[in-house]
């Protein structure tokens, strides 16, 4: 009598594909008995008076008061004109390349760093050292211009 073709692997392969299967199919028909309770009240979410999400209905004899809405602020305030920060920043000066005539300053402030080129100092400057300066957009990013070293 021959040998089966079929090895150890392959009926373990085929065993694990049939029991996979079948889990499949339970899990199916357990999820088609279940969903009988998927009505509108399961799925109602409410906002209480302090923003948070709630599953009970607020109570209407709670309501304090009356919101306009247009008093409702959904983006990032606009600056003011008297909120403008001064256009003269001070920071020192964090790197220097001299041979190739950039560097980096870092802001006093808000310790960001800007980038500046030579052609923008009006004073000599070196790393270390205290400077003002006035950021304008380059093509790149923020620069700094009118660079003059602080004594």
Not at 22 to 33: H, M
Not at 52 to 61: F, L, Q, V
């Amino acid at each position: 009598m021959g040998r089966s073709q079929e090895s150890f692997n392959k009926k373990e392969v085929r065993n694990k594909k049939e029991k996979k299967r079948k889990e499949k199919e339970q899990k199916r028909l357990a999820r088609k008995e279940g969903d009988k309770s998927g009505n509108l009240d399961d799925m109602i979410a409410y906002v209480d008076e302090h923003g948070n999400i709630t599953s009970t209905p607020p109570d209407p004899t709670k309501k304090k008061e009356e919101i306009d809405v247009d008093d409702i602020q959904i983006s990032v305030p606009k600056k003011s004109e008297q909120e403008e920060e001064d256009p003269v920043r001070k920071g020192t000066v964090n790197a220097f390349f001299d041979s190739k005539g950039f560097g980096f300053i870092k802001d006093i402030e808000t310790k960001e760093s800007v980038f500046f080129h030579v052609s923008n100092v009006v004073d000599d400057v070196i790393e270390g050292n205290l400077v003002s300066y006035e950021v304008e957009m380059g093509p790149k990013g923020p620069v700094a211009v009118n660079v003059k070293q602080i004594k």
